[in-house]
């Protein structure tokens, strides 16, 4: 038996909630969104993420870098957004330019900040079965998807087609 997955309608119904939970904070929280370049699809990307934060109440800051930043430069950048307490999560924008090094940079992330759950620290709480760790978004997408349609997922074969570490 067939049975699609609808993540619109888990989307709408995360985003009330999430709606709901935030107006109720005494300040939105911030989201930065570090891109290096201008890539036609990260850029698609990065609209959905403003769109879906700025709809659930969270300022997005986009910083926008070119794609000849420094390592150093982009360091002192994240350096600068893990330390301001206004600044809640940020995402370093995958992939980035063949001169960086993204396992480098992602570890810039303090752990605490990493939207995305790529920082080692993150990534071993998640291998290890840890709650306290932030979780890739893909998986955590994935497996939103499976309990909101009470799919069990003991015991069942699947198949992922593409890599990486947001995956």
């Known amino acids: 038996m067939v049975k699609i997955l609808d993540g619109r309608v888990v989307r ?52 926008q870098l070119s794609k000849t930043v420094s ?22 924008q995958l992939p980035l330019p063949t001169n960086l090094d993204h396992y480098e940079i992602i570890e810039m992330i303090a752990p605490a900040k990493d939207v995305d759950g790529l920082t080692s620290a993150n990534l071993g709480k998640f291998w290890q079965g840890g709650e306290d760790g932030l979780r890739p978004a893909t998986a955590r997408a994935v497996l939103t998807l499976l ?3 009470h799919l069990p997922v003991a015991g069942q074969r699947a198949v992922v087609i593409g890599r990486s570490g947001l995956v």
């Open 12 to 63: 709408k119904k995360i985003a009330a909630a999430l709606r709901r939970k935030i107006s109720l904070w005494s300040r939105p929280p911030k989201l930065v969104i570090v891109q290096v370049s201008e890539r036609q699809e990260s850029n698609i990307y990065i609209a959905q993420k403003k769109s879906f934060g700025e709809a659930i109440g969270v300022t997005v800051e986009h910083c």
């Open 71 to 92: 390592t150093g430069a982009l360091a002192k950048i994240i350096k600068r957004f893990n330390g301001d307490t206004l600044t809640d999560g940020i995402i370093v």
């Open 147 to 149: 309990d909101y349609y």
